[in-house]
């Protein structure tokens, strides 16, 4: 079983819609939790850390449930430029453990 | 604010032979990280580094090899290529190994073996 596990995907939605995107992690002990983007074939970037609380950056709300294991990354009223892989990653150790991404395709 | 650089772009290599992909940060940072990603997957830890001359394997270090001289420079060796080893190859960097610090990735190294 692997350590991150996220939707297969790929998820093909129509400008404007609210997506929704689940990971799950193995190791309790995991200390961190992120969201990166990745566009076709270039490297990762950062989109938000994610906390138990929950937060949101704009359009973006990324939820933890530490007690499930599991994070969320919602996206409202989609644009087209929000096409990308989303990688769920999680902090042990001092390593970053990346799931295998989702892929998100917003069609006009 | 170059960031994080590495070269080659593209490699096409033949079985056996060995090539150094190269990876430089401008950023002061301490730790550095080479991962590789394979078509649908995830990134995978090769290894990584906490500060020159300090370095350590991760998930997936067999046929690979590092040196850390220098703060700002990390190549990655990889010696009697195999097909296994196509992939895409990132370097990283970060300030600390916190997940209170964001790693900060380079354009990526596209490598074939055939």
């Known amino acids: 079983r692997k350590e991150v596990e996220q939707d297969p995907g790929p998820f093909n939605v129509p400008e404007g819609a609210t997506v929704a995107f689940n990971c799950t992690y193995s190791?309790?002990?995991?200390?961190?939790f992120f969201w990166y983007r990745q566009d076709c074939r270039k490297e990762p970037k950062l989109l938000m850390s994610?906390?138990?609380s929950g937060n949101e950056d704009g359009r973006f709300t990324a939820q933890l449930n530490r007690a499930s294991q599991y994070i969320s990354l919602l996206i409202r009223d989609s644009k087209l430029s929000d096409s990308a892989t989303y990688l769920c990653?999680?902090?042990?150790?001092?390593?970053?453990?990346f799931g295998q991404g989702t892929e998100l395709s917003v069609k006009p | 604010n170059a960031g994080v650089t590495q070269t080659p772009k593209f490699r096409i290599l033949k079985i056996g032979q060995s090539m150094t992909l190269q990876c430089t940060q401008d950023?002061?940072?301490?730790?550095m990280y080479w991962y590789r990603q394979d078509p649908g997957m995830g990134l995978k830890l090769i290894y990584y580094?906490?500060?020159?001359?300090?370095?350590d394997k991760g998930e997936v270090p067999n046929g690979y090899n590092v040196s850390r001289s220098t703060t700002e420079d990390f190549p990655l060796r990889l010696e009697l290529a195999a097909p296994s080893q196509t992939s895409v190859y990132f370097c990283?960097?970060?300030?600390?190994?916190?997940?209170?610090?964001?790693?900060?990735f380079g354009p990526g190294t596209r490598l074939t073996v055939t």
């Open positions: 580094s906490v500060g020159a001359g300090i370095t």
């Open positions: 990653v999680v902090f042990r150790e001092g390593k970053l453990i």
């Open positions: 990283a960097s970060s300030y600390r190994a916190s997940g209170s610090y964001e790693q900060y």
């Open positions: 950023m002061n940072h301490n730790y």
């Open positions: 190791n309790s002990a995991s200390q961190s």
């Open positions: 994610v906390y138990s």
